[in-house]
């Protein structure tokens, strides 16, 4: 059985740019968890889709949203990128209230 | 609100030797409770969970762990540590009532050296 996938693996952006990063789930899972873990930070909860809604958001800033599509995949965009956005975002999948299932995550520098 | 701690940046042990990373928490209600493995440029990887029951859970590659309500622990433990267990280890909750709006709280990570 196939896990999570993310895309892209790696990413560079600079200051003020806007970046989108993508999520597989695993199949037959319905909720898509975002989190983020910068250096010295920690792992944050970032969103939560559910059957194609936003049912959570963490403590950031507007300019992270996100979307999922009917295949139960998502994208996280950022907008006006910042220094502090430098971080590995994690996308996890499950169903329902189930185990969070990790993917491989995206490395996001912002110079 | 829901919070998890993790004591200890690191712990360093020896090949062959018990292990023990340690975790509490603090929920409103009753907690669902994760620990995760995360080895260097990867994602996390589910170990195990306890959701109610026995307080000893079994999960993968030889780890247990230890749920304690009056303690309010849920630590870490294989009776045999091996040099590939040396990884970051997150202890993560999520509060049964309120749901914590499914989200899960990460400790801070603890940095597991297993040594020859």
């Known amino acids: 059985e196939a896990g999570v996938t993310q895309s892209p693996t790696h990413l560079i952006k600079t200051r003020g740019q806007q970046v989108t990063l993508r999520c597989s789930p695993i199949?037959?899972?319905?909720?898509v968890y975002w989190y983020q873990q910068a250096l010295g930070l920690g792992l944050q909860f970032l969103l939560w889709?559910?059957?194609?809604?936003?049912?959570n958001r963490g403590n950031f800033p507007p300019r992270f949203s996100g979307r999922q599509f009917p295949n139960y995949s998502s994208e996280l965009n950022v907008n006006a990128l910042e220094l502090e956005d430098s971080a590995l975002y994690l996308c996890?999948?499950?169903?329902?209230?189930?185990?969070?299932?990790f993917g491989p995550g995206t490395r996001l520098l912002v110079l | 609100a829901q919070s998890v701690a993790q004591p200890e940046d690191q712990v360093n042990v020896a090949e062959g030797n018990p292990l023990t990373v340690k975790c509490t928490y603090s929920v409103s209600g009753n907690p669902y409770l994760f620990w995760y493995v995360q080895y260097p440029n990867r994602g996390l990887q589910f170990l195990l969970k306890y959701i109610t029951g026995d307080n000893l859970v079994k999960g993968s590659y030889g780890f247990e762990a230890e749920f304690n309500k009056s303690q309010t622990s849920f630590h870490l433990k294989k009776p045999s540590a091996l040099v590939s267990d040396s990884a970051l280890y997150f202890c993560?909750?999520?509060?049964?009532?309120?749901?914590?709006?499914?989200?899960?709280?990460f400790g801070t990570g603890t940095q597991l050296k297993v040594e020859l």
């Open positions: 889709y559910d059957e194609g809604e936003e049912r």
């Open positions: 993560a909750v999520r509060d049964r009532l309120t749901g914590g709006g499914n989200k899960l709280t």
């Open positions: 996890a999948s499950a169903i329902l209230e189930g185990t969070q299932y």
């Open positions: 199949s037959g899972h319905t909720s």
